[in-house]
């Protein structure tokens, strides 16, 4: 094919797909770069094209649907509702759980403290005093307060 050996053929499958995976990091890319190098390792044992793309389908397909599940499952939390990595956006509190640092009425925001941070907070609850103390829990995020109610 095209005066190359299957072997530099399966080098440059492996190559544009490493490549693709870098350039949209979706974690999906990749499998079929290591694909493409089992098809190779198999190229030594046989000419077979059919046998190679066989091998290169289902190490790709199997990696994509097993290996990329397993991962994902191990950035969740045990709950499976939040990124267990490090989280960088306010999303991240949603679930978490803190105290109150500065009381909160309804007349009145208070301050909570979650995950080492001060935030502002209104009950989530209407009309519930929550005093400095008490230990609470991030129900939601309005504009850039926290949405806190009494740890049960």
Known sequence: MFGLSI???WILIAVAF???EAATLSLALIWFS?????????SYFTQSL???????????????????KKLIKMDRDKNNTHWASVDTNTDAFIGK????IGRISPEQPGLVK???EEWTAVSNEEG????VGEEILV????????LVEKRK
């Open 128 to 131: 519930q005093i929550l005093e």
């Open 18 to 20: 490493a490549i693709g």
């Open 34 to 42: 290591v694909g493409s190098l089992a098809a190779l390792a198999v």
């Open 7 to 9: 072997k530099v053929i």
């Open 97 to 100: 759980k803190g105290y109150v």
């Open 114 to 116: 979650v995950k080492g």
């Open 50 to 68: 059919a046998i190679q793309l066989a091998v290169f389908l289902i190490v790709s397909f199997g990696l994509l649907f097993i290996a990329t």
């Open 139 to 146: 129900k939601g995020i309005q504009g850039v307060k926290l």
